[in-house]
């Protein structure tokens, strides 16, 4: 079965950081162009950060710049979303998805619909509060 399985979410105080982990699952992420998605409750899901094939191209929502850092370790078949400085607004279940076509630029791909996007996994849930 072709899928992203999503961990590393959790509960955490604000200012404090996660790193989350994307492990692709039957297909190899080297040649894909990855991206972290999120979904609050009672809101629409949202571009976080996306990582093109080659690492060349990375985009950052106006949100978390500065705070998060996307990166992919191809030997491990995973890509990673460091998070620092988090905050209650962040909470939200965080999801992955590659792109089945090439995108006109990573800010495409971080921008809804995300009707190219496929292999969501279940996503993972991390829950800012004191």
């Known amino acids: 079965q072709l899928q992203f399985v999503e961990s590393g979410g959790g509960l955490v105080q604000p200012g404090g950081s996660l790193r989350l982990s994307c492990a692709a699952s039957?297909?190899?992420?080297?040649?894909?162009?990855v991206g972290w998605f999120r979904q609050a409750p009672g809101k629409e899901r949202e571009g976080v950060s996306c990582?093109?094939?080659?690492?060349?191209?990375?985009h950052y929502a106006d949100s978390v710049k500065g705070r998060f850092t996307i990166s992919r370790d191809n030997a491990k078949n995973t890509v990673y979303l460091q998070m620092h400085n988090l905050s209650p607004e962040d909470t939200a279940v965080y999801y992955c998805a590659t792109s089945l076509f090439v995108p006109d630029s990573m800010q495409a791909m971080c921008a809804p619909p995300y009707h190219d996007m496929a292999y969501w996994g279940k996503g993972t849930l991390v829950t800012v509060s004191s």
């Open positions: 039957g297909f190899t992420l080297d040649i894909a162009d």
């Open positions: 990582i093109s094939s080659g690492d060349e191209r990375i």
